[in-house]
Nanobody
Framework: QVQLVESGGGLVQPGGSLRLSCEVF????????MSWYRQAPGKERELVAI????????NYEDSVKGRFTISRDNTKNMSFLQMNSLKPEDTAMYYC??????????????WGQGTQVTVSS
């Protein structure tokens, strides 16, 4: 059975950094694009970043471009989200997911537990 486990969140001051990890079980990992979503209080879940199977193509939500970097290690069945220059508006629960293709819909349901990122002075 497929399982995605997020970790690495925490409390950080504005301008700080965090690195989120997604460990994947039960999936032929390298066949799928991987993504990070987030959901802030009172807002819908939004796609933050996505990376293709080989890790050479990425897309980012406009507000995180230049600050966040998505990556993957296909030898470890893990994806990562490096978050730099964090802002209070980045505060959200962060979730990972997988996709059949770079432009496909997320496949992992129900959504996992996520990892909380709180940016506050």
């Amino acid at each position: 059975q497929v399982q995605l486990v997020e970790s690495g969140g925490g409390l950080v001051q504005p301008g700080g950094s965090l690195r989120l990890s997604c460990e994947v079980f039960g999936l032929t990992f390298s066949r799928y694009a991987m993504s990070w979503y987030r959901q802030a209080p009172g807002k819908e879940r939004e796609l933050v970043a996505i990376i293709n199977r080989l890790g050479g193509v990425t897309n980012y939500e406009d507000s995180v471009k230049g600050r966040f970097t998505i990556s993957r290690d296909n030898t470890k069945n893990m994806s990562f989200l490096q978050m730099n220059s964090l802002k209070p508006e980045d505060t959200a629960m962060y979730y990972c997911n997988y996709h059949d293709g770079f432009n496909g819909s997320p496949r992992y349901f129900p959504w996992g537990q996520g990892t909380q990122v709180t940016v506050s002075s």
